[in-house]
């Protein structure tokens, strides 16, 4: 079978590690929304520091996708990403990696963000465009268009230097009916037939040729933003290759 809809995650890995490679060695950079440190070994040359509520469980409501289990115990900074306890411009870089849909107000974690990133320091945020219910009761959108990002970044002090729209619209729906048989299987205790299992690999083909052959789908639907900032300030001179020491 082919791979349509399967690289949403590799992508965002893939752009990841190219983006916080690039960071100097020794920046420090925050990792706010960090859950269980999936991206900390990204990070083995800047100064790490994680940050998170620590309030989710694995289990949260159990409804939606839930993880089953999730550890925190490691976090250097357990508060509100909206009021977290370090001085103004203490951080070098912040990165927040599929985040904001359970903020109940992402507007605020921005401005904080702000506060604390340096001025021509980065910012690097990625967050679905379009995504299931999970980690449910914090989940609070369903996702984050392009227009968001360019509408309130500037407006928090950043100028956006980079944003990918990660997939496309045939890629997306191939993502979704892969997910047909689990879901049918836990909401109507049902699993596809051997023709509709013939239907949806039928599916899965023609949405593989029209990927190939996209022109801007993306523009509709897609997996969801990768997005990279820099703080502005007016009167700032040094270059962000000379990174802040705490």
């Not at 392009?146 to 619209?169: I, R, S, W």
Request: glycine share 8%.
């Amino acid at each position: 079978m082919n791979s349509v809809g399967t690289k949403n995650e590799s992508n965002r890995i893939d752009w990841l590690r190219k983006t916080l490679a690039q960071i100097p060695a020794g920046s420090r950079i925050l990792d706010a929304g960090a859950g269980e440190q999936g991206k900390k070994g990204f990070c083995n040359h800047l100064d790490y520091v994680a940050q998170d509520f620590a309030q989710y469980d694995g289990k949260g409501d159990a409804r939606g996708l839930q993880t089953g289990e999730w550890d925190q115990s490691k976090l250097d900074i357990v508060c509100d990403i909206t009021s977290i306890p370090e001085p103004d411009v203490s951080f070098d870089a912040i990165m927040c990696i599929e985040v904001f849909e359970h903020l109940p107000d992402p507007l605020a974690a921005i401005r904080e963000f702000a506060r604390l990133i340096r001025p021509g320091g980065e910012l690097i945020l990625t967050a679905p465009f379009c995504s299931l219910t999970h980690f449910a009761p914090y989940h609070f959108y369903s996702g984050f268009s392009k227009y968001f990002y360019e509408t309130h970044l500037p407006a928090c002090g950043f100028q956006v230097e980079e944003l990918v729209e990660n997939g496309n619209y045939f890629e997306y729906l191939a993502q979704e009916i892969r997910r047909i048989s689990s879901v049918a299987e836990r909401y109507a205790n049902r699993h596809p037939t051997l023709l509709e299992s013939l239907a949806i690999r039928l599916v899965l083909n023609m949405l593989d040729r029209f990927s190939a052959g996209d022109r801007g789908s993306h523009e509709l639907l897609h997996y969801g933003c990768f997005v990279r900032a820099t703080r502005r300030d007016e009167n700032y001179s040094r270059p962000y290759s000379e990174p802040m020491r705490p």
